[in-house]
């Protein structure tokens, strides 16, 4: 691997993160530091600002506020040690491709400008297709995939990203138990190579079981650190049932 | 633009002899049907794209807005560069430009004050644009050539009479002096008219005159067969090379950016996130659907070019899967269009359907008042051309068109019966019930559907091999029993399908 890292620095440092829409805050004056090489979980309520954090760190929306660091670098610079896996709901599925196609998009950024995929991409795509068990669906439309076949399209195409940081936004959302069982070994694989990954999450239970590192965010981040520490009942309180005493700070803006 | 034309014109006369190049380019129907397609080519290749992002109805408003455009160049042509109005001048084609992305941009940030919709962003933003350019015509430029027929539906039928003349051969002025060989002479008195002088008069004074000297161009020196031989002109209609030129800009963009548009118009946040720019990207696309849509105003007017844009990619977005097939197989359905569309305009459906000949018929069985001649407009004949062929692929596209859903949907059904007779005789097979049960004759009732339905479903099920006749009985065969078993695990037992 090349050293792209100092020792000192983490794989995600936030500093005094605030987002607003329309001057209410999605996120308020967050702080979290991610250590490389972990799995983290972030969880929170509806409306807590999750993929809001991971869309900001992305430069996706504009921020009002912070600094945002991969490996001590701005996120323009740091683009080919970041892959991101967005909601399944974000593109139209009836889009005129197929599930290479798809996949060999997470290598545009490599190819920058004008470059077309040739067959090393081909290659390096199916091998990914390969890792998350799509290889037989490789050129079927992506209309004719289920649920959780798209879900792991949107894995494989992360993969082939080969970064060092990977943000995945809701992966688990709506798939069968078989996909949520492939993702998990997915994810752990990436771990034991040293990827750092960090997760919308909605199922509280499997929390301690597939994470080891989480943060619990509400517009606010209520903690983060290792799964066995901070995932307590006093701060999912805090995260979940004490709203009004976890926004009291921040104004009364989220009565719903 | 005109040396441009020079540049092509020599490159074709190399192969093709001057008279029948003009031949060609004064055919009111080879021009009509080439300046169709152009327009066909252009816009339905950019329609894929607009139809992907959902944008189609930006398509319409661009289309509309292009007008101010046009109307703003007029004034900058005619009032302030006192040049003539002319509806092929760059000015207009940045015009257009401009106002396609004023639509965008003021769309853009109605819609991004979040109090409106983005359709009803577009559906404030267009009317508006265009309501000043009406009110701008109206008001100001009367003397303008801008009707409303050449806002509506264009007027590709005389294009070929706009042209540029280009010479090539013989093209000097010639210039009679009176020393000239041609030059007639005669003589003029010039103190004539006053103090009752006439000609004849000894007093009367002379002039040599020459009664055609001057200059005269080469097509005017042939007319007056000063020169033995005709200036080899070709005259070139205006709008080709335009539109030429516009599908051109318009293949080059696709071809360059065709990753990149496929990535943004897919997944644009992705795109983000590796570093292109989904918003450029969006705006050069917008610019180009304006210089399109202004370019082939002339041809097609402003209301019919939204066609021209999305119904050859609505077409080629249910015939394939593939975005690079569909860029392949839009422009061919609007560029067919443009040609079947011609020949309807004048009579023909496809050349099986003389439509005089139908309305002679009408006029003999129920009347038309003598009305049989059929000669309608031709751009409104491309874009229902266009739409018969949308139609034919929405009936018939192997995968996604009503013939094949309806037969998909009836295999299903039959599949199912199938498996609930099957079912059926499982279930029911060496208990003790079996031969009141499976009796061939009475199935029908057990399964509540009609004889005739439960006989056809059996005869195609024992020609499958999975059912034999027994006394009467309908048995499985041993296929029969692995087929349904297989059924009855995967459908019934293990719960949900599999991801």
């Known amino acids: 691997m090349v050293n792209h890292t100092n020792h000192d620095d983490f794989a995600l440092d936030i500093h005094d993160l605030t987002v607003a829409y329309n001057s209410s805050p999605a996120l308020w004056d967050v702080d979290l530091q991610v250590p490389e090489g972990v799995l983290m979980a972030v969880v929170g309520p509806n409306g807590a600002g999750k993929s809001t954090l991971i869309k900001a760190a992305l430069d996706l929306i504009p921020r009002a506020t912070g600094d945002i660091r991969f490996y001590g670098q701005p996120y323009a610079r740091a683009r080919h040690l970041v892959g991101y896996v967005p909601q399944r709901s974000s593109v139209d599925w009836d889009f005129p491709t197929s599930v290479l196609d798809v996949v060999m998009m997470g290598l545009y950024g490599k190819l920058g400008w004008f470059r077309r995929p040739g067959k090393r991409e081909r290659e390096l795509a199916m091998a990914a297709l390969e890792q998350v068990s799509l290889s037989d669906l490789a050129h079927r439309q992506i209309s004719q995939l289920s649920g959780g076949q798209?879900?792991?399209?949107?894995?494989?195409?992360?993969?082939?990203?080969?970064?060092?940081?990977?943000?995945?936004?809701?992966?688990?959302?709506?798939?069968?138990?078989?996909?949520?069982?492939?993702?998990?070994?997915?994810?752990?694989e990436l771990r034991a190579r040293g990827k750092t990954v960090i997760v919308v999450h909605h199922d509280l239970q499997t929390v301690p079981e597939y994470f080891d590192w989480v943060a619990l965010l509400n517009v606010q981040l209520i903690a983060s650190g290792p799964t066995e520490v901070v995932y307590t009942e006093d701060n999912l309180m805090k995260t979940y049932g004490g709203r009004i005493s976890t926004l009291a700070s921040s104004r009364d803006r989220m009565e719903v | 633009m005109y040396a441009l034309e020079q540049i092509i014109i020599t490159i074709l006369v190399k192969f093709i002899p001057i008279e029948q190049l003009n031949a060609a380019l004064s055919d009111p129907r080879a021009v009509a049907i080439l300046i169709g397609a152009l327009v066909s080519i252009s816009t339905a290749c950019l329609g894929v794209f607009l139809l992907l992002r959902k944008m189609s109805l930006t398509s319409d408003?661009?289309?509309?807005?292009?007008?101010?455009?046009?109307?703003?160049?007029?004034?900058?042509?005619?009032?302030?560069?006192g040049t003539e109005a002319d509806l092929s001048s760059p000015l207009l084609v940045i015009g257009a430009a401009a106002a396609g992305v004023l639509t965008v941009i003021l769309t853009e940030l109605v819609q991004r004050s979040g109090l409106v919709k983005q359709d009803a962003a577009l559906g404030l933003v267009f009317p508006l644009l265009f309501a000043i350019a009406i009110i701008i015509i109206s008001r100001y430029a009367d003397d303008v050539h801008l009707d409303t027929d050449a806002v509506l539906v264009g007027e590709i039928g005389v294009a070929w009479a706009n042209t540029n003349s280009h010479c090539f051969d013989n093209c000097d002025d010639v210039v009679i002096t009176p020393d000239h060989p041609r030059a007639e002479?005669?003589?003029?008195?010039?103190?004539?008219?006053?103090?009752?002088?006439?000609?004849?008069d000894p007093k009367a004074v002379f002039e040599e005159v020459c009664a055609n000297c001057g200059t005269y161009s080469a097509a005017e020196a042939w007319r007056e067969r000063l020169i033995p031989e005709p200036p080899a002109l070709v005259f070139w209609p205006r709008s080709l090379t335009l539109m030429g030129l516009v599908t051109l800009l318009n293949v080059g963009f696709i071809a360059l950016f065709y990753k990149e548009l496929k990535l943004t118009s897919f997944d644009s946040a992705l795109a983000t996130a590796l570093?292109?720019?989904?918003?450029?990207?969006?705006?050069?696309?917008?610019?180009?659907?304006?210089?399109?849509?202004?370019?082939?105003?002339d041809a097609v007017g402003s209301v019919l070019v939204v066609a021209f844009f999305i119904i050859p990619a609505a077409t080629a977005y249910l015939l394939t899967d593939r975005l690079a097939i569909m860029l392949l197989i839009s422009p061919v359905f609007g560029a067919l269009s443009a040609m079947t569309g011609y020949e309807l305009a004048r009579g023909q459906l496809l050349g099986i359907l003389p439509i005089s000949d139908v309305l002679v018929f009408l006029d003999r069985t129920v009347g038309l008042d003598g009305y049989t001649q059929w000669n309608s407009s031709i751009s409104a004949s491309m874009v229902i051309m266009a739409f018969l062929f949308f139609l034919a692929a929405w009936v018939?596209?192997?995968?996604?068109?009503?013939?094949?859903?309806?037969?998909?949907?009836?295999?299903?059904?039959?599949?199912?019966?199938?498996?609930?007779?099957?079912g059926h005789i499982y279930h029911h097979q060496g208990r003790p019930e079996a031969p009141e049960e499976l009796a061939a004759d009475r199935l029908h009732e057990h399964l509540g559907w009609t004889p005739t339905h439960t006989r056809l479903a059996i005869a195609r099920l024992r020609t499958l091999n999975l059912v034999i006749l027994e006394d009467e009985q309908v048995r499985l065969t041993p296929r029969g029993e692995r087929v349904v078993s297989e059924f009855l695990h995967t459908q019934l037992h293990a719960g949900q399908p599999t991801g």
């Open chain 2, 275 to 297: 570093g292109f720019r989904p918003v450029a990207l969006n705006y050069m696309l917008m610019t180009l659907v304006s210089v399109t849509a202004v370019s082939a105003f």
């Open chain 1, 150 to 188: 798209q879900q792991r399209t949107f894995l494989a195409r992360a993969l082939v990203q080969d970064a060092q940081l990977y943000f995945m936004d809701e992966p688990f959302a709506a798939v069968d138990a078989v996909t949520e069982r492939a993702i998990v070994t997915l994810l752990h």
């Open chain 2, 396 to 422: 018939l596209s192997p995968r996604y068109g009503l013939v094949a859903a309806a037969l998909r949907r009836r295999m299903q059904r039959q599949q199912f019966a199938d498996q609930m007779i099957l």
């Open chain 2, 185 to 200: 002479m005669g003589r003029r008195c010039i103190n004539c008219s006053s103090g009752g002088i006439t000609p004849r």
């Open chain 2, 61 to 81: 408003a661009i289309s509309h807005t292009v007008l101010l455009g046009i109307v703003v160049a007029f004034f900058v042509m005619v009032g302030l560069l």
